[in-house]
């Protein structure tokens, strides 16, 4: 029995780091929305969301373009994360530089709000590719179980203490930089050979990055538009309820990163047939593990609401609960097929159905924008359930056309 349990807890480890990194991310924000007023926590995600969308120009797909791009060659992913990562923190300095040309309540704020964005998300995205192609999954799960756990005390130390949002980000801003550190330790990254060689390193780019760059852009546009909207356009108070149940609906996201980032490397060189067997395997995985959080969230949503935030008001996010929740479901089934697109080099083809769904959001908004969080959900549920019905008609034709018909 033990036995069993040590070969299920090495196989599954590294999902299992991806889960608790995530529940620990949203658990922080659990944490300090019980203190904090609804306005300023509303002010911090509305900042965060906006990071989180500029940030696409340092990761645009470029995660999975270095891996299936190098053909998982460790070398070759090697020096083209330092080169992606170094415009990164380009893209981070000009982000906050280019914050002071526009209006914000709190221009310092919003500046140690990216640079935690940076540490926390986007470093991870770029450096992932070097664990997947070395094959190294224990590893980076260690990591992040680590990195999972030391959040989750700087929560707790925030809230027992009272400390401030600033002293919040400064302590994650410091643990960030340390795990960046480590990180780049362990891939052995050499950030200096970007500025000696850099013509060197532009050439190893193909024009196939142009794939990634697209699906990126068109993802952002149908499926971040609706909460960028909310965090420039709605009062803060309501951007607090909309983004305190997105945090809660994003317990799909966990499923969808842990199952597709290690679904993708395995299916690049897979037969039809092998294929296909892991598509089904994990897209009943996860069918069936989000239809029972879709009927927790329906039975117990408003009291998950209230357990969570500490204050009644966030009860009132209940309706966008469920909502966003279904909308995710929905991203995470269109998710499986989405690998499968990737992994097989048709990234491009992405990117026709990613700008249909964003015409689907834009027009909803703009017929339901006067209903605001609620105008805002729908349509993103809109955009999902196209999304999700165009990447699995496309797949299930292409792996047609090359294993025969489909069983």
């Known amino acids: 029995m033990i ?16 889960y608790a990194r995530q529940i620990a991310g949203a658990l922080i924000l659990f944490v300090i929305a019980r203190y904090l007023s609804v306005y300023d926590f509303g002010l911090f995600s509305s900042y965060k969301n906006i990071a989180v969308f500029w940030f696409m120009f340092a990761n645009f797909g470029f995660s999975d373009y270095i891996l299936v791009s190098s053909k998982a060659n460790v070398n070759e992913v090697r020096l083209k994360i330092s080169l992606f990562l170094s415009n990164a923190v380009l893209v981070a300095f000009l982000i906050g530089f280019g914050s002071t040309f526009f209006k914000f309540e709190d221009h310092f704020l919003f500046w140690l709000v990216v640079i935690r964005t940076f540490f926390d998300g986007t470093f991870f995205g770029l450096v992932l590719p070097y664990f997947q192609a070395a094959k190294k999954f224990n590893q980076i799960a260690i990591i992040n179980i680590i990195y999972a756990v030391c959040i989750t005390i700087i929560a707790l130390i925030s809230y027992i203490f009272k400390l401030s949002l600033v002293d919040f980000l400064i302590l994650n801003i410091i643990l960030g930089f340390i795990n960046f550190i480590q990180c780049s330790y362990l891939a052995k990254i050499n950030y200096l050979l970007v500025f000696k060689y ?9 024009k196939s990055i142009f794939a990634y760059i697209g699906v990126t852009i068109a993802y952002y546009l149908y499926a971040q538009i609706p909460a960028l909207y909310v965090s420039t356009f709605i009062q803060k108070e309501q951007a607090a309820l909309y983004f305190s149940s997105a945090t809660i609906a994003a317990v799909i996201g966990l499923l969808i990163a842990a199952q597709t980032q290690k679904m993708v490397p395995e299916m690049i060189k897979c037969s039809i047939e092998e294929t296909k067997t892991v598509i089904k395997k994990n897209l009943i995985f996860i069918l069936v593990v989000t239809s029972g959080v879709f009927l927790f969230m329906i039975i117990f949503g408003k009291f998950l609401l209230q357990l969570l935030y500490g204050q009644s008001y966030y009860m009132n996010a209940y309706p966008i609960l469920l909502i966003l929740t279904l909308g995710n479901i929905c991203v995470g089934e269109a998710a499986v097929y989405g690998a499968y697109i990737t992994a097989s080099g048709n990234q491009k083809r992405k990117i026709p159905m990613q700008l249909e769904a964003t015409i689907i959001t834009f027009i ?29 008609s496309f797949t299930l034709r292409l792996l047609c056309e090359k294993g025969g018909p489909n069983e």
């Open 198 to 206: 850099i013509k060197r390193f532009f050439k190893m780019i193909d």
């Open 364 to 392: 909803a908004l703009f017929l339901l924008h006067k209903y605001g969080i609620y105008g805002a959900s729908i349509s993103f549920l809109l955009a999902a359930i196209y999304i999700s019905y165009r990447y699995t």
């Open 3 to 18: 036995k069993l349990l040590r070969d299920i807890l090495n196989n599954q480890l590294y999902a299992i780091s991806l």
